[in-house]
T-cell receptor, first 115, second 114 residues
């Protein structure tokens, strides 16, 4: 089955530690995205990538980093510079990042808690 | 300015009744797409329905329909015959032909009352 997988589902981190969230898709989509969602809030864009080896900052990129070495993978690292990282993180992909058609497909999300 | 505005933080509807969730958008592009997603308490985002700016007819998908009023820049979601399983957060989103992002509203929490 095609889709997006995120791991782990729940993640606990101590303050000062970097942590990497995994996102893999087998939909052959060019574009991938990372969003952060806080309780009762909407989605805020962290980073997105239109093509391998290229990515752009979203609205809240500070304290996060990404890589796009393979088309199917777009891992997100939450660094110690992110002051309030406890949140729900959603990865998404779409056929491409331009044009008006083609919805985003989402992974199941990772809940990150800083202890 | 906000690209997507959802003015109803929470809505209640009686089971089997219809409900309308409001969404207005802001864009200067002539070509754009509008989307609605459902997010149950589990957190997954489920795609519901899509409307293109050049589509002349309102989109429909089963019990979901999109009331598209281009001049008013509104794209309201109508859920007919509400079911208990419809209780969730609902997000309106847009992508523009000239851009490369999806813009999401702040969501509406829908509760279906038995």
């Amino acid at each position: 089955d095609g889709g997006i997988t995120q791991s782990p589902k729940y993640l606990f981190r101590k303050e000062g530690q970097n942590v990497t969230l995994s996102c893999e898709q087998n939909l052959n989509h060019d574009a991938m995205y990372w969003y952060r969602q806080d309780p009762g809030q909407g989605l805020r864009l962290i980073y997105y990538s239109q093509i391998v080896n290229d990515f752009q900052k979203g609205d809240i990129a500070e304290g996060y980093s990404v890589s796009r070495e393979k088309k199917e993978s777009f891992p997100l690292t939450v660094t110690s510079a992110q002051k309030n990282p406890t949140a729900f993180y959603l990865c998404a992909s779409s056929i491409d990042s331009r044009g008006t058609v083609g919805e985003q497909f989402f992974g199941p999300g990772t809940r990150l808690t800083v202890l | 300015a906000q690209k997507i505005t959802q003015t109803q933080p929470g809505m209640f509807v009686q089971e089997k009744e219809a409900v309308t969730l409001d969404c207005t958008y802001d864009t200067s592009d002539q070509s754009y797409g509008l989307f609605w997603y459902k997010q149950p308490s589990s957190g997954e985002m489920i795609f519901l329905i899509y409307q293109g700016s050049y589509d002349e007819q309102n989109a429909t998908e089963g019990r979901y329909s999109l009331n598209f009023q281009k001049a008013r820049k509104s794209a309201n979601l109508v859920i007919s015959a509400s079911q208990l399983g419809d209780s969730a957060m609902y997000f309106c989103a847009m992508r523009e032909a000239t851009g490369n992002q999806f813009y999401f509203g702040t969501g509406t929490s829908l509760t279906v009352i038995p």
